[in-house]
């Protein structure tokens, strides 16, 4: 005749079991980004802490009725398989992540690369404006459509004069800044220029 079994251990275990799912729908939700990793850890040590109370409620009911332990320790089984696919899962993300990222910035890399098309004859060729010289300044509309845009540009106003500074960067060791004045009729002509890594 089977004795009651004893349920306290079983309980513990199905506590424990059932915390770590709480943690897990948070790993997955994503909610705590910050602290994905830490759940995961404490998720994988409750689970294994449940596996073992329950293997312990199983051998403390070795002579009783066993419905709670081995409910407890089906769980914790089913838990522990939970917890460990989420860690692959956030893992393989992180990695796949991290993989995409480097890719995007190699083909940013090699565009840039391709798209660079000055070289030092080119920049010694660009003409800055001088004050008392009836030289034509490079303009900078003819040499976007020479070079195409730059990497980066932006607009400075200093009282009534309107600067446009350009940089042209080939993301590995070369770059050129060039500074233009917006003049009266709108156009833009090089006021100074700097090149860098064409020696």
Do not use: C
């Not at 059932?18 to 602290?35: F, R």
């Not at 596996?51 to 914790?76: C, G, Q």
């Not at 976007?144 to 500074?165: A, C, I, R």
């Amino acid at each position: 005749m089977n004795k009651n079994e004893k349920k306290g251990i079983a309980l513990l275990a199905l506590s424990l079991v059932t915390i770590t799912i709480v943690l897990v729908i948070i790993i997955i939700l994503n909610i705590l980004n910050i602290w994905v990793r830490k759940f995961i850890t404490i998720a994988r040590i409750l689970t294994l802490i449940a596996l073992m109370v329950a293997i312990s409620a199983l051998a403390l009911n070795r002579n009783r009725k066993k419905t709670l332990s081995i409910l407890s320790l089906l769980f914790s089984i089913l838990t522990l398989a939970i917890v460990l696919g989420t860690q692959w899962f956030h893992k393989k993300s992180f990695h796949d992540l991290i993989n995409e990222k480097n890719e995007q910035l190699e083909t940013i890399e090699k565009n840039t690369e391709e798209n660079f098309k000055w070289t030092k004859e080119d920049y010694d060729n660009l003409t800055v404006v001088e004050s008392q010289s009836d030289v034509v300044a490079s303009n900078y509309d003819d040499i976007v459509k020479q070079f195409g845009e730059p990497t980066s540009k932006h607009e400075l106003s200093s009282g009534d004069v309107t600067y446009l500074e350009v940089i042209y960067d080939n993301m590995n060791s070369k770059y050129i800044e060039l500074k233009f004045t917006k003049q009266e009729d709108g156009n833009w002509l090089l006021t100074s220029k700097k090149a860098f890594g064409f020696e």
